[in-house]
């Protein structure tokens, strides 16, 4: 990214995991005021997956973690760094990164969480770069892993219908090819955004209380079309701005590949861009929004059915609760 850097940041392997237990449309028309038909026309979601009981927002990040060093061929102690993005730590802390480098056993490595809700797996890319391109690090992990079902509240159809749990990740290294990997990124915060998504309770300002509990404020909350207009706005427009910086016109873009939020949130930044649909990532029908793992998950799996070739130029972009938003250029090298 940096022109005094002697090496780029590439992603030399990807890996998924999503969760064995399906929840469909139904399930949730079964016991609220909702449909089958609103969900999908109003969102693009027909199912999505939930962890079990027992299994933590680290079981799904050792899982795609595990798909990715296989991929590669390397085991866990060649790590150098592993960064998670998520908003379901397993706990506050210790940090999730803590807990998945024991279960992995990556006994040489270092790492940390980021919160940046839906923009965790861009800002944690652009940070994962800075590491590599500094010459300080040659192998860093970067994993978006959600338990979303632990924070929504079942009973608001307004919030319980759109999320779902998963896990992926990149693996990250140097490349003396300039011409590859993590190219350019634009990123961006805005804390007055924050009012119309957040988790009110369990945190110092609100601790956890029986009156907390009792208030739902341990769930998400979100003004939802308040958000809808600015995140098209916000990944549209810093994409152009990226492209525009990169000399790229949107025949050059093979995929964009956006943040998973809503089809319709989609297919506006899309239109805005003035990029074809068949040039869009796409998995949100299948797994509904899995914040930081939204972006990962999808371009893992459009790896896997061969549909990435290497020297493709693609721009991830996203855009969450903070605000927080931003776009990576990103040049296929595997
Ligand atoms: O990933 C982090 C960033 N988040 C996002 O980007 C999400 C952005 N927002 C959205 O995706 C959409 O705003 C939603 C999917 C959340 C809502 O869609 P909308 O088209 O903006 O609906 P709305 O909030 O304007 O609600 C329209 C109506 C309301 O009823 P009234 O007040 O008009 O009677 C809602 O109560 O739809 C109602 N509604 C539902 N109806 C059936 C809301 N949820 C449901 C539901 N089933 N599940």
Redesign the pocket.
């Known amino acids: 990214m940096s022109k005094f850097s002697k090496v780029n940041a590439y992603v030399s392997a990807v890996g998924h995991w999503m969760p064995r237990r399906v929840v469909t449309n139904h399930h949730?028309a079964s016991y609220?005021?909702?449909?089958d038909e609103?969900?999908k026309t109003?969102?693009g979601i027909s199912e999505r997956r939930f962890l079990e009981d027992d299994q933590p927002t680290s079981y799904a990040a050792v899982k795609a973690i595990e798909a990715t060093l296989e991929n590669r061929g390397i085991s866990a102690e060649e790590l150098d760094l592993i960064i998670v993005a998520t908003v379901t730590p397993d706990m506050i802390y210790p940090s999730t990164a803590c807990i998945i480098q024991e279960k992995i056993g990556a006994k040489n490595c270092w790492g940390y969480d980021i919160l940046a809700?839906?923009s965790g797996f861009i800002f944690s890319l652009a940070t994962a770069a800075q590491f590599i391109e500094s010459g300080m690090h040659k192998k860093v992990l970067v994993v978006g892993a959600e338990k979303m079902s632990a924070i929504v509240n079942m009973q608001d159809?307004?919030?319980?219908?759109?999320f779902g749990d998963g896990a992926a990740a990149f693996l990250l290294e140097p490349t003396e090819d300039k011409s590859m990997g993590v190219m350019d990124s634009i990123l961006h915060i805005d804390g007055k955004g924050g009012k119309f998504?957040f988790q009110p309770a369990g945190g110092s300002l609100n601790p956890t209380t029986h009156a907390t509990v009792d208030k739902g404020m341990q769930f998400v909350h979100?003004e939802?079309?308040a958000?809808?207009k600015e995140?098209v706005k916000g990944m549209a427009d810093i994409s152009v701005e990226l492209m525009e910086k990169n000399n790229l016109k949107s025949g050059d873009v093979a995929f964009l590949v956006p943040?998973q939020?809503?089809l319709?949130?989609i297919q506006a930044c899309a239109d805005r861009m003035k990029v074809g649909m068949d040039k869009v990532m796409v998995n949100i029908q299948k797994y509904g929004?899995t914040?930081s793992a939204t972006i990962p998950s999808c371009v893992s799996e459009y790896w896997q059915e061969g549909k990435i070739k290497k020297g493709d130029n693609l721009i991830l972009t996203s855009?969450?609760?903070g605000f927080t938003w931003g776009s990576i250029l990103l040049k296929w090298g595997i």
Do not use: E, P, Y
């Not at 609220?32 to 449909?35: A, F, H, I, N, Q």
């Open positions: 949730f609220l005021d909702t449909t609103w969900i109003r969102t809700a839906c159809r307004n919030t319980c219908v759109l998504l979100q939802g079309q958000v809808f995140a943040h939020a809503n319709r949130i929004n914040t855009f969450g609760a």
